[in-house]
């Protein structure tokens, strides 16, 4: 992600941070709102648009745990889909670390 970001016009550049700022921080909003009280197939739609966000910003710390967390609730695997939530808000944060200098 930070590659990606440096090969951007420095407008360019600040214009994408912050849009994924706002993009990750409301998405993650939503998540952890609905997270304990949807059935998994009306989450996995809200963490698809997560993962499909950080995979365009090429961050992998985030959309591959995502991803991960996508198919065990498509495939109603509640119990996996939870066990991949702390390490989707723990990549979440990194990347918003990340994110801070730019």
Do not use: I, N
Not at 6 to 33: D, G, H, K
Not at 54 to 70: F, G, I, K, N, T
């Amino acid at each position: 992600m930070l590659k990606l970001l440096a090969l951007l016009p420095a407008p360019t550049r600040a214009q994408m941070v912050a849009m994924y700022r706002e993009t990750l921080t409301s998405q993650l909003r939503s998540l952890q709102t609905a997270f304990e009280g949807f059935p998994g197939e009306e989450l996995a739609p809200l963490v698809h648009k997560l993962a499909g966000s950080a995979a365009m910003m090429q961050d992998p710390d985030l959309s591959v745990p995502a991803r991960a967390m996508e198919r065990a609730l498509r495939s109603g695997d509640g119990e996996t889909a939870a066990s991949h939530w702390p390490e989707v808000r723990a990549a979440a944060a990194r990347t918003l670390v990340a994110l801070e200098p730019f």
